[in-house]
Each structure stands twice: as structure tokens, then as C-alpha cells.
């Protein structure tokens, strides 16, 4: 069964940090660009960072950037999202994505879905 399997939410207070982890089943992730997305309660989902495979270039959202740094075990099948100093606005299921090759903000251009991890962060 070709799947990913997100983990490692939890509630935190403001400035606190957490480490999303995902773990690819049936497929090698080392082909592909692997992403996090985040959806807040009422809002879209929205593209948090990405690292591709290959040259392994990064991208993060500028909400984000400074704070999360993105990772990938190609050997272990996992990748992960480090979080820190965490703000309230961070809160929302977070989801891991996998595409081939090149990132893409694009959420339908994805092949693989994690079922979302939840990431509350209180004030």
C-alpha cells in the first residue's frame, strides 16, 4: 500500500517547539519532492515549505521562514519539519505531500497525502 503517515502534533505554548515526522510506505522517497502544507479552521490549505529531491533545494513560506527547516531521511523513508518558536497563527493540521522531482505549490500536482497532523499552539 503506497502511503504516508504523518506524526508528532501536539499543543504547545507560544514559542515552544515541535518535529513533524512522515514516513513513506510502499514507494522510495528519493525520487521525489516532498512537501508540508498546513490548513488552519476556515481557511485553505497552504503550502509551508518544500525540499526536492536531486539538489535538494529548499522553499518555505515567508510565514515560516527562519523558524521551520524541512528534511529528508531518503535512507530511513522519512522526512521532517522542525518547528520553532512557534506562534499561535501556526496552528492547523499539517499535511506531508510527495510529488516527482520538483516542488510545486500547486496542492493537485501532488501524487501522495498524509491524513494531517494537528498542531496547536496556545497563546
Known amino acids: 500500500q503506497l502511503q504516508l503517515v504523518g506524526s508528532g502534533g501536539g499543543l504547545v505554548p507560544s514559542g515552544g517547539t515541535l518535529r513533524l515526522t512522515c514516513k513513506a510506505s510502499?514507494?522510495?522517497?528519493?525520487?521525489?519532492?516532498i512537501a508540508w502544507f498546513r490548513q488552519a479552521p476556515g481557511k485553505e490549505r497552504e503550502g509551508v515549505s518544500c525540499i526536492s529531491s536531486g539538489d535538494l533545494t529548499t522553499v518555505y513560506a515567508n510565514a515560516v521562514k527562519g523558524r521551520f527547516t524541512i528534511s529528508r531521511d531518503n535512507a530511513k523513508n522519512l522526512m521532517y519539519l522542525q518547528m520553532n518558536r512557534l506562534k499561535p497563527e501556526d496552528t492547523a493540521y499539517y499535511y506531508c505531500?510527495?510529488?516527482?522531482?520538483?516542488?510545486?505549490?500547486?496542492?493537485?500536482?501532488?501524487?501522495?497525502w498524509g491524513q494531517g497532523t494537528l498542531v496547536t499552539v496556545s497563546s
Open positions: 510502499g514507494f522510495a522517497l528519493d525520487s521525489y519532492a
Open positions: 505531500a510527495a510529488r516527482l522531482t520538483y516542488c510545486s505549490e500547486i496542492t493537485e500536482t501532488y501524487d501522495y
